[in-house]
C-alpha cells in the first residue's frame, strides 16, 4: 500500500501560468481533500469530495478548480496562479470513521 | 459552523517536563470526531489520534494522553517526560457531519512545540 500519493513534490510556477497537482489513494477511500497550509493559519480545506463525480467547495475555494473522475484520484487545478497561491498543499482522505491519511505535500511557489 | 482553537501558538519545555496542549472545539453537531496530528519539521502530518463524541473515555499511549470533556468542549493532550524528538508542530481537528455527511475537517492553527535539551 502507497497509501496517499501527490506528484509533484515541488513546483515554482510564474503568475498566470497553470497547473495540475495529482493526489491518488490506494485504499478504496470515497473521501478525499485538499488543503492548503499558510504558516500561522494551520491547514485550510479548499476542495472536497465525497465521492466519484462529486466535488464541493472548502473553506478558501476560489482560483481553484478539481476533478474526481476516478475514485483513487483528486486533481486540483490552478488555472491563473498568483502569488497568494504560495503555500504547502495537502490531500488526504478518509473512510469514516478511522484515520484520515495525508499525503506527504507539495510545496508550491508563485513568482 | 465548527471552529477549532489552540490558544497556545508556541510552547518551550525542558525535557523530561511534562507539557500539556490545549484544544477547545465548537460544533452544533451531537455526532464528531476529534483528531490530533503531529508536523514535525520534515513536514509530513503524523496522524496520533481520533476520538469520536460518543466516546469520553480518556486514552494513554505510551507518554501521550488525551483528555476529553464534552463539558467544556475540550480535547487536551499531554506529553509526559517530554523528549527533543516531540518538537513538532501539533494540530488538532474536528470533523462533524456538517449537515451534508460531508465530514469536512477543521484545523486549529496549532501549537508549535520546542523541547530543549
Known amino acids: 500500500n502507497a497509501g496517499v500519493t501527490q506528484t509533484p513534490k515541488f513546483r515554482v510556477l510564474k503568475t498566470g501560468q497553470s497547473m495540475t497537482l495529482l493526489c491518488a489513494q490506494d485504499?478504496?477511500?470515497?473521501?478525499m481533500y485538499w488543503y492548503r497550509q499558510d504558516p500561522g493559519m494551520g491547514l485550510r480545506l479548499i476542495h472536497y469530495?465525497?465521492?466519484?463525480?462529486?466535488?464541493a467547495k472548502g473553506e478558501v475555494p476560489d482560483g481553484y478548480n478539481v476533478s474526481r473522475l476516478k475514485k483513487q484520484n483528486f486533481l486540483l487545478g490552478l488555472e491563473s496562479a498568483a502569488p497568494s497561491q504560495t503555500s504547502v498543499y495537502f490531500c488526504?482522505?478518509?473512510?469514516?470513521?478511522?484515520?484520515?491519511?495525508f499525503g506527504p505535500g507539495t510545496r508550491l511557489t508563485v513568482l | 459552523a465548527q471552529k477549532v482553537t489552540q490558544a497556545q501558538t508556541e510552547i518551550s519545555v525542558v525535557e523530561k517536563e511534562d507539557v500539556t496542549l490545549d484544544c477547545v472545539y465548537e460544533?452544533?453537531?451531537?455526532?464528531?470526531?476529534l483528531f490530533w496530528y503531529k508536523q514535525p519539521p520534515s513536514g509530513e502530518l503524523v496522524f496520533l489520534i481520533r476520538?469520536?463524541?460518543?466516546?469520553?473515555q480518556n486514552e494513554i499511549s505510551g507518554r501521550y494522553s488525551w483528555n476529553f470533556q464534552k463539558s467544556t468542549s475540550s480535547f487536551n493532550f499531554t506529553i509526559t517526560a517530554s523528549q527533543v524528538v516531540d518538537s513538532a508542530v501539533y494540530f488538532c481537528?474536528?470533523?462533524?457531519?456538517?449537515?451534508?455527511?460531508?465530514?469536512?475537517?477543521?484545523f486549529g492553527k496549532g501549537t508549535k512545540l520546542s523541547v530543549i535539551p
Open positions: 481537528a474536528l470533523s462533524d457531519s456538517s449537515g451534508a455527511g460531508s465530514y469536512q475537517l477543521t
Open positions: 488526504a482522505s478518509w473512510r469514516p470513521p478511522g484515520e484520515q491519511f
Open positions: 469530495s465525497v465521492g466519484e463525480g462529486t466535488t
Open positions: 476520538r469520536n463524541s460518543f466516546d469520553e
Open positions: 485504499m478504496n477511500h470515497e473521501y
Open positions: 460544533t452544533r453537531d451531537t455526532t464528531y470526531y
